[in-house]
């Protein structure tokens, strides 16, 4: 079946350092991928998207590309901030439907 | 505003009880989800909805219940034969259609803890 796999964390970076987190994935198709952000004690938000191979998806800062030939969608941020600190998750949707698959997340934690 | 809310943020229940989880959206979207996540698994999928009066288990749905009586509401009911039922439980809504994916907008959580 479908999976994701996250590096794990958490992930510790001073204030305006460069963001990687890794994400590849298993599917028998063509995914849509995600990444959603979660602050500490809410819900889930999409943080950005990307539907086919080389898509960028990107926000706030954010990006991530489509590697269909690594099966990979790592997410990266230039210069973090203190708000930045979350935790992110990856997913994927495949046949055309609505539902999900997570990864375990990474808690990113920024100091100043 | 437009949105999904689950109440209440935090519940306690006595081991052996049943407790009903409240979702509810304006969103106007047909189909609604219930996660359950645990420190370090992520979200796992209980059931899900894609119209009124139906709906499909997910990949976790053994000791839960759901209603889909209404658009607007999804119901989860955390039953005693679930064995480890203390988690953040989520509930997430989306459109439904052609298009390849919907984005998902989650409620706030409601984390149950059972003593």
């Known amino acids: 079946g479908d999976s994701v796999t996250q590096m794990e964390g958490p992930v510790t970076l001073s204030e305006e350092a460069f963001l990687t987190i890794n994400c590849t994935y298993t599917a028998t198709g063509y995914p849509s991928l995600f990444w959603y952000v979660q602050y500490p004690g809410e819900g889930l938000q999409l943080l950005l998207k990307a539907t086919k191979a080389d898509d960028k998806g990107s926000n706030k800062g954010f990006e991530a590309t489509y590697r269909k030939e690594t099966t990979s969608f790592h997410l990266e941020k230039g210069s973090v901030q203190v708000s930045d600190s979350a935790v992110y998750f990856c997913?994927?949707?495949?046949?055309?439907?609505?539902?999900?698959?997570f990864g375990t997340g990474t808690q990113l934690k920024v100091e100043l | 505003d437009g949105g999904i809310t689950q109440s209440p943020k935090y519940l306690f229940r006595k081991e052996g009880q049943n407790v009903t989880l409240s979702c509810e959206q304006n969103?106007?979207?047909?189909?609604m989800y219930w996660y359950r996540q645990d420190p370090g698994q992520g979200l796992r999928l209980i059931y899900y909805?894609?119209?009124?009066?139906?709906?499909q288990k997910g990949d976790i749905a053994e000791g839960y219940s759901v209603s889909r009586e209404k658009k607007e509401s999804f119901p989860l009911t955390v039953t005693s034969a679930q064995k480890n039922p203390t988690a953040f439980y989520l509930c997430a809504s989306s459109k439904t259609g052609p298009s390849s994916y919907n984005e998902q907008f989650f409620g706030p959580g409601t984390r149950l803890t059972v003593l």
């Open positions: 969103l106007n979207h047909d189909a």
């Open positions: 909805s894609q119209i009124v009066n139906d709906f």
């Open positions: 997913a994927l949707s495949e046949g055309g439907g609505n539902k999900l698959t």
